[in-house]
């Protein structure tokens, strides 16, 4: 079940979707089951408001593979919540080109704006 976050009346949906078989066909590199299981958890972490610790788990991930999309999208919503808009346009940018048909991505970055 998808948590909400609201900033400047704007909802962005902060969910977990499992993306195996998507990702490894479409990105460079593939996503790692520790990468899979650091997103999983980042996801709890922020979903249980525990920012500096979601954030480790996913900058731990784009360090590993700096083109995770998921990653990169919820670093976006992490800086949302934080105030950081032109940051977090920046990261959701980036998930969308990356694979620009994951509804989610889209409706966070128009959000994001």
Do not use: W
Request: aromatic fraction near 6%.
């Amino acid at each position: 079940m998808p948590a909400t976050i609201s900033s400047k009346s704007q909802s962005l949906s902060v969910k977990f979707e499992a993306m195996a078989g998507v990702t490894r066909r479409v990105l460079k590199k593939p996503v790692t089951a520790r990468q899979s299981g650091l997103i999983e958890q980042g996801t709890a972490l922020h979903n249980a408001r525990r920012f500096v610790d979601a954030e480790r788990c996913y900058q731990t991930v784009l360090r590993e593979n700096p083109e995770h999309p998921d990653a990169l999208n919820l670093m976006g919503v992490l800086a949302v919540e934080a105030g950081r808009i032109d940051i977090a346009i920046d990261y959701m940018r980036k998930a969308v080109k990356l694979l620009p048909r994951q509804a989610i991505y889209q409706n966070n970055l128009g959000n994001a704006y």
